[in-house]
């Protein structure tokens, strides 16, 4: 999920739009008109009144690309095009009509500025984010519109940001400065998050079900608590709503991270017997020396995969579900970039005559059979239940991301493995190295500084 589509979903104003003003905003779907939310941090300060509400809801008038608000007192006609809301004027009276309406072919832009409209000296634009595209019961398109602030100059609003909107959170230690972060605004105190897992480790769950629901309750409830107590600057802004719930859920989650895996592991032992022969798969793979090419990975990609098997050989030391999903991504990162490093150097060679030549784009169906290399290489053997913690307790995550792609990858790896004949396995490709020296392992702990932040 992009920064855009975690504005809408987390917009304080968009849900007060669908639950308080629920009738104006199903009127516009049901018409097929156009619904602009702005993002947060513009909305600081500003009362969201039905004046407010009408002034985001444009419908569209005779004249293509323009459109007008729903405000009953006053009519505002804007033009969108280009990604870009501009602001024309304040109509006098409604000679503008909408697209239900027949059009007058005498009624020209010209007529309308010249005799409707009162014409803004100076134009307000106003820059489309991103656009949300739906159809109603009719079968009717409408747009719901990201928008970087108000659509009129009287709501203009720029206050500047600070590092509390922009800070990371992706393990315990930056959700912990985080959390110190809001210590120093007076808004939160370490102390109440050891007093959640003070609860929560003492609470009685009835099984793995009820202990996700009930810890994810106390989290919700207790962002809500926290977020009541900022300014309405923060309170509005999605990014800050997003990094305090995932510090939140990063710092309690860590904490609880052995109750919750030995619940597991309790729960399902009988079901997690069905994977018990992947051990005995994995060992003998690894009791053969096997090397990627064997396991199905191309020959043009089949080298060692040094630094995302030392990444991946992290997992079981790892603490919490969002820090065993960062050693699945970055392990899945590593290898990739291993890769793209080997062709690129191939290339810079020319070296034609190699019997690995590494000139070949990384295909979808390639990463599954890379992640079986690591898996096996790694001896991940309890990855199955591993994959059944991050997409349980990781309550932010989104299986269509980015990591809900890799994770069903790996899935699909496991998957694999159990597909493979230990006892036909293809020749092996004598120039891929099956040891890691010096020189490489000074190029991964580079190489890792290096990677993306998710």
């Not at 419908?59 to 405000?71: A, D, E, G, I, Q």
């Not at 080997?342 to 005559?353: F, G, H, L, P, R």
Request: charged share 25%.
């Amino acid at each position: 999920m992009n920064e855009e589509e975690d504005e809408l979903e987390n917009s304080l104003y968009f849900n007060l739009l669908k639950n308080e003003y629920h009738k104006k905003y199903q009127r516009a779907i049901d018409n097929g008109w156009t619904i602009c939310v702005p993002v947060g941090t513009r909305l600081a300060g500003i009362p969201i009144d039905e004046s407010f509400v009408d002034q985001h809801i444009l419908r569209p008038t005779r004249l293509p690309n323009h459109f007008v608000s729903t405000y009953s007192r006053e009519l505002f006609l804007h033009k969108i095009e280009k990604n870009v809301i501009t602001f024309i004027g304040r109509a006098k009276h409604n000679m503008l009509g909408n697209q239900d309406e027949p059009v007058d072919e005498e009624v020209t832009l010209e007529d309308i500025l010249k005799y409707n409209i009162d014409a803004e000296t100076d134009d307000f634009c106003t820059r489309i984010l991103s656009i949300e595209k739906g159809y109603n019961n009719q079968h009717q398109p409408y747009n719901i519109l990201i928008v970087e602030h108000p659509i009129l100059s009287s709501y203009r609003d720029t206050p500047e940001n600070d590092d509390i909107v922009t800070a990371l959170v992706e393990d315990h230690r930056t959700a912990t400065e985080f959390l110190l972060m809001l210590s120093e605004k007076k808004t939160f105190c370490l102390s109440e998050a050891e007093n959640i897992l003070l609860y929560l480790k003492s609470y009685q769950y009835k099984d793995v079900q009820d202990m996700k629901n009930v810890i994810k309750h106390i989290i919700q409830s207790n962002w809500a608590i926290v977020l009541r107590r900022h300014s309405n600057e923060y309170q509005r802004d999605a990014r800050f709503q997003k990094r305090l719930s995932l510090a939140l859920e990063i710092y309690v989650l860590h904490g609880l991270h052995k109750i919750i895996y030995d619940k597991i592991s309790e729960d399902f032992k009988e079901y997690f017997k069905d994977y018990s022969h992947l051990k005995d798969k994995i060992d003998a793979l690894n009791a053969a020396g096997t090397t990627p090419d064997q396991l199905g990975v191309r020959k043009d990609l089949a080298i060692m995969l040094a630094y995302g098997v030392v990444e991946l050989a992290n997992l079981d030391a790892t603490i919490g579900p969002h820090a065993r999903l960062n050693c699945l991504k970055s392990s899945f990162e590593m290898a990739i970039a291993e890769i793209k490093g080997a062709v690129a150097e191939s290339a810079s060679k020319n070296d034609t005559d190699d019997e690995v030549t590494l000139n070949t784009t990384i295909m979808p169906e390639d990463l599954i059979q890379i992640c079986t290399y690591l898996i096996v290489k790694c001896k991940c053997y309890t990855l199955f239940q591993d994959l059944y913690y991050i997409e349980n307790f990781v309550f932010s995550l989104n299986p269509a991301d980015k990591a809900g792609y890799i994770l069903t990858v790996y899935k699909s790896a496991l998957e694999n493995i159990d597909k493979i004949d230990t006892n036909n396995l293809l020749a092996r490709n004598k120039k891929v190295k099956t040891e890691m020296d010096l020189d490489d392992l000074s190029d991964y702990v580079l190489l890792r500084n290096n990677l993306p932040h998710y």
